[in-house]
């Protein structure tokens, strides 16, 4: 049941998340965690998790305001991966350089909501350090690789199950979210999820809703549009009817036709992939990767 909305004197301090230099992610080369995100299939759900993010008014509004989506599609696009890769591929002094690299731009990512939303006031503060919208972030990629390898490889049950997400929680705790805040176990998070989708916290604004339309119907001229619609039909074929419904986010006839000739054929041929290959690539990338890629800095 959806509560009432907050007053201006209701609001609390965010909970900020704060990194631990000496933390370290301890993944290896039997980790779940890697074995998963060495799936280029989650690539093509990229755009899904992105909308769940920016559905939520603060997210959309930091990303409205401060990202460089909408000028550099590909640049931002690339600098996000790149920075995950490092995250989750790397040694102990990588990872905490990308987490560094993140958290200083995120020092940038700060400001007001522009409009009234049924959870927050006119002129409430967001800011990226906020823990609760770290959170959720991280929530959107956990049930995106959950979402992917279930529909196109097997379902994720038991040991194999728990074990990637101990490793999200890991990374969630390594990435400075206040382990107090993470769920403790998946049904645990399925609560958390559930609450969050059908809360206020993603309650259409005239911001969010343009940003999820940005971020499905980009226009770039270095970005063609066939490249764009796959990806688009996809997000919103996979998305909660829910938020779905909320945002007005429906498939013509035509992109319907085209989700299920995708679906289908990922769920007949995905798993033929070589999958040991695969899992070379992100830790080739990361060893061969130049220092001065990485994430765009804000203007």
């Known amino acids: 049941m959806r509560q009432p909305a907050i007053q201006a004197d209701q609001v609390m301090p965010p909970t ?42 603060k997210v959309g509004a930091g990303v409205t305001h401060h990202s460089l989506f909408q000028s550099r599609p590909l640049t931002r ?3 996000t991966a790149d920075v995950g890769l490092r995250l989750v591929w790397g040694n102990p002094d990588v990872a905490r350089a990308a987490a560094t690299q993140v958290y200083r731009f995120h020092d940038h990512v700060n400001g007001e909501l522009p ?62 979210i206040p382990a107090t805040m ?6 645990e998070f399925a609560s958390y999820f559930e609450s969050v989708v059908d809360g206020l916290e993603l309650m259409p604004t005239p911001t969010s809703s343009a940003m999820i339309r940005e971020v499905l119907w980009f226009r770039n001229w270095n970005v063609p549009g066939f ?22 986010l429906e498939l013509s006839a035509r992109d ?44």
């Open 182 to 187: 993470i769920p403790a176990d998946r049904d």
């Open 115 to 176: 409009e009234a939303t049924p959870a927050w006031p006119d002129g409430s503060a967001y800011s990226a350090h906020d823990a609760s919208l770290l959170l959720w972030v991280w929530a959107t990629l956990v049930e995106v690789m959950e979402v992917a390898h279930a529909r196109w490889v097997r379902p994720l049950e038991g040991e194999e199950a728990d074990a990637l997400y101990a490793d999200m929680c890991t990374f969630a705790r390594f990435f400075g």
């Open 16 to 57: 900020v998340g704060h990194l631990n230099p000496e933390d370290s992610t301890g993944f290896n080369s039997r980790s779940a965690i890697r074995r998963l995100t060495a799936e280029p299939i989650l690539g093509l759900l990229l755009q899904r998790a992105l909308v769940m993010e920016v559905a939520h008014a």
């Open 227 to 248: 490249a764009v619609r796959p990806a688009r039909v996809m997000a919103i074929g996979t998305l909660d009817p829910r938020i779905r419904e909320r945002f007005g």
């Open 256 to 299: 319907q036709r085209l989700f299920d000739r995708i679906d289908r054929f990922l769920a007949r041929w995905y798993r033929f992939r070589p999958a040991g290959l695969l899992q070379c690539l992100p830790p080739l990338y990361v060893a061969l990767r130049r220092p001065t890629i990485g994430w765009s800095k804000p203007r």
């Open 77 to 79: 696009a690339w600098s």
